[in-house]
C-alpha cells in the first residue's frame, strides 16, 4: 500500500485541529484532518439531543470568550458572537426572603441597586467594581500576548500595568485574593466560580489551580465577557471547517489514528476508516489536536496521569421557563449565568465533601438559557434551552452505578428551591413522551469525545507565561518529537477552552520553521 503524503496530517478534527488545518491549508500547506467521530467539532458541537425535537443544542461548550477576534478576521469566519444583557444572576434565600444578585453586563443602576439590597450598603459593589476593573486591565494587557510566541515571566510582567494582581492570582489562594476586594459570602462565590469551571481546585491552596482557571475565564479579548455563538458552537465549528476545506485542506470523518510512527524526516499516520479498513497516510508534520494523553499512545510512550474531570453537564429543552421566587424576570435572570448554591461556603463544603470522595450534599452549579439570546437553535418550535454546569462533583464520583442520577435529582431539586413551579413541569417531551432532559458526567463525556477523564480542558490549565528559559519565545506547542506538534486544548501552554489558540499557535510554529 503507498501511503497518501501531506504536509501535514491533522489528528483529530476538534475545533483546534480546525484551527491549525485552517491557518496552514491558507498558507499553502497540504492538509488532511482525521477526526475519528463522524462529526467534526469535539467539544464544540451543536446537535439535536432529544428524538422529535428539533433543536440544535450546544451540547458540551456552549458560550465563547477566548476565541481571538484576530482568528475570526484572519479566516473570516462568519460567525456571530452576541453579548448577553445579563452577566449574571444569582437567586439566594436570606433572612427568610428570596432574593437576587444582577450584574448587568454593564453594570448600571440595576446592578447597584440589587448590591444595596442584598448586601445592605454601597460598599460591596465598590469592592466589586475595584477588583473587576483591576482585572480588566490585566485583561487588557495579557490578551495581545495570547497571538504572540510565549513571553517569559520577567517580560510580561514588564508590560503589564498592575503586576500586583498577576503576583496574587499566581502566588495566592484564589480565596484570599477574592476577599481582598468582597466581603459578602453569596458576592464572593460568585467570582469564585470562574476559577471553578470544569477544575476541581481547592480555593483555599498556593497551588494556582484555580488561579489559572479564573485568569483564562476573565482575559478573552481583553474584556473577558462570555459571548453566545449564533447558530450554536456548532457554528463556530462549522465555520472553521468551511475555512479549512475553502483554503484546500481536505477533512475526513470516521477516521480513527491509530499509531504514528516517527522519524526524523516525517511521520507515518496510520488510520481506520468508519468500515475498519486500515489507512497510512505519510506527513511531513503532523498536528496533534487530540488530548495529550491520547497523543502518548499514538507514539507508544506510557501515558502521563490521566486527568480527572469534575463537571455535570446538564442539557435541557423546556415549553416555558419557570418564574423565580425572587420575583425576578425570568427572560432576564435566565439569559445571564444563574448561579444557583454557589456562595464561597457552599463551594468549600461541596469540595470538601467531593475531595473526601463523596457527592457534595449540595453541587453548586450554574445555568443559562441560550434561546434568550439567540432564538434560531430553536427555530420556531416555542421552546427554550437551558443548559446546567455543575461544579466539584469528580470524574471517580460516577464510577458507581446511580451517582449521575443521583446528582441531577439533586441540582433539580436545588433549582426548584429558587422557582415558583417544579423545572419538571416546564420540561418538553421528546418524541416517545420522554422529558428533556440529558445528563453528561466526566466519564459520558470521555466516552462521547475521547476527552481523558472527560477534563473538559483535557488537564488543568497553565499560565499563559513560558515556563522555563528555554520555552520563551516559543509558541508552546512542543511535544516529545520535533516532528509532530500539538494544538489541542491540554497539548498547549494558551490552548484551553473554546479559543483556536491551540491550533493557532500549532500553525504559527510550522509556518515559522525554515
Ligand atoms: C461539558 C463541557 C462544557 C464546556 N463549556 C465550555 C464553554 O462554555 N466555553 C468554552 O470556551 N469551553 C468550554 N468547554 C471546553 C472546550 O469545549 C474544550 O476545551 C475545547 O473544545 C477543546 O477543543 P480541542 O479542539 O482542543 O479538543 P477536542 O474538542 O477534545 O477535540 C479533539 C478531537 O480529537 C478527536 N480525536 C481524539 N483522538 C483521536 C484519534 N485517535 N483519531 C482521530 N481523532 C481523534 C476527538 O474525537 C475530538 O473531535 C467545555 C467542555 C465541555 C466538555
Known amino acids: 500500500m503507498t501511503a497518501a503524503r501531506y504536509d501535514v496530517v491533522v489528528v483529530g478534527g476538534g475545533h483546534n485541529g480546525l484551527t491549525a488545518a485552517a491557518y496552514l491549508a491558507r498558507a499553502g500547506r497540504s492538509v488532511l484532518v482525521l477526526e475519528q467521530r463522524d462529526v467534526l467539532g469535539g467539544a464544540a458541537v451543536s446537535q439535536q439531543v432529544f428524538t422529535g425535537v428539533d433543536v440544535r443544542l450546544s451540547a458540551y461548550s456552549y458560550l465563547v470568550s477566548l476565541l481571538p477576534d484576530r482568528i475570526v478576521a484572519d479566516l473570516a469566519l462568519p460567525v456571530t458572537l452576541l453579548d448577553r444583557a445579563v452577566a449574571s444572576c444569582t437567586p439566594v434565600l436570606r433572612d427568610g426572603r428570596h432574593r437576587e444578585l444582577l450584574v448587568e453586563r454593564d453594570e448600571g443602576p440595576a446592578t447597584a441597586a440589587s448590591f444595596r439590597e442584598l448586601t445592605g450598603s454601597d460598599d460591596e459593589l465598590a469592592g466589586w467594581q475595584r477588583f473587576y476593573a483591576r482585572l480588566s486591565t490585566l485583561a487588557e494587557d495579557l490578551a495581545p500576548t495570547l497571538t504572540e510566541p510565549l513571553p517569559g515571566p520577567d517580560e510580561l510582567a514588564a508590560r503589564l500595568r498592575d503586576p500586583g494582581i498577576w503576583h496574587d492570582l499566581r502566588e495566592r489562594p484564589l480565596a484570599d485574593v477574592v476577599a481582598d476586594h468582597l466581603r459578602d459570602d453569596d458576592v ?126 446538564v442539557n435541557m429543552v423546556l415549553r416555558r421557563l419557570p418564574g423565580l421566587r425572587s420575583g425576578a424576570d425570568p427572560r432576564r435572570a435566565f439569559s445571564g449565568t444563574v448561579h444557583v448554591d454557589e456562595a464561597a461556603s457552599q463551594i468549600d463544603a461541596a469540595y470538601a465533601q467531593a475531595a473526601a470522595g463523596r457527592l457534595p450534599d449540595v453541587i453548586p452549579f450554574e445555568v443559562y438559557c441560550h434561546s434568550l439570546t439567540d432564538p434560531t437553535i430553536v427555530g420556531d418550535t416555542g421552546l427554550h434551552t437551558l443548559t446546567l454546569f455543575g461544579l466539584h462533583t469528580p470524574a471517580e464520583l460516577y464510577a458507581e452505578a446511580g ?112
Open 188 to 313: 464572593r462565590g460568585v467570582a469564585l466560580t470562574d476559577g471553578l469551571i470544569g477544575t476541581f481546585a481547592d480555593v483555599h491552596a498556593a497551588d494556582g489551580l484555580a488561579g489559572r482557571c479564573f485568569l483564562y475565564h476573565l482575559v478573552g479579548n481583553g474584556t473577558g465577557r462570555w459571548r453566545v455563538p449564533v447558530g450554536g458552537m456548532g457554528a463556530v465549528s462549522g465555520a472553521l471547517a468551511t475555512a479549512a476545506r475553502a483554503n484546500g485542506a481536505e477533512l475526513v470523518t470516521g477516521a480513527a489514528v491509530t499509531a504514528l510512527d516517527t522519524r526524523a524526516d516525517g511521520v507515518t499516520v496510520h488510520w481506520t476508516d468508519a468500515d475498519g479498513r486500515a489507512h497510512a497516510a505519510d506527513a511531513g508534520h503532523v498536528v496533534s489536536g487530540a488530548a495529550p494523553t491520547v497523543l502518548d499512545e499514538l507514539l507508544g510512550r506510557a501515558p502521563a496521569p490521566r486527568p480527572s474531570g469534575s463537571q455535570l453537564k
Open 403 to 514: 451517582v449521575r442520577e443521583e446528582a441531577v435529582r439533586r441540582v433539580v431539586a436545588q433549582l426548584d428551591a429558587h422557582l415558583t413551579e417544579p423545572l419538571a413541569d416546564c420540561l418538553a417531551v421528546d418524541a416517545e413522551g420522554r422529558p428533556c432532559l440529558q445528563a453528561s458526567s466526566p466519564l459520558d463525556v470521555e466516552a462521547a469525545l475521547a476527552m481523558p477523564g472527560g477534563h473538559i480542558f483535557h488537564g488543568d490549565l497553565s499560565w499563559p507565561v513560558a515556563a522555563t528559559p528555554e520555552e520563551a519565545g516559543t509558541w508552546g506547542v512542543a511535544t516529545p518529537h520535533p516532528r509532530v506538534v500539538a494544538a489541542s486544548s491540554g497539548g498547549t501552554v494558551r490552548g484551553g477552552a473554546v479559543s483556536g489558540l491551540g491550533g493557532f499557535a500549532a500553525a504559527q510554529h510550522l509556518l515559522g520553521l525554515r
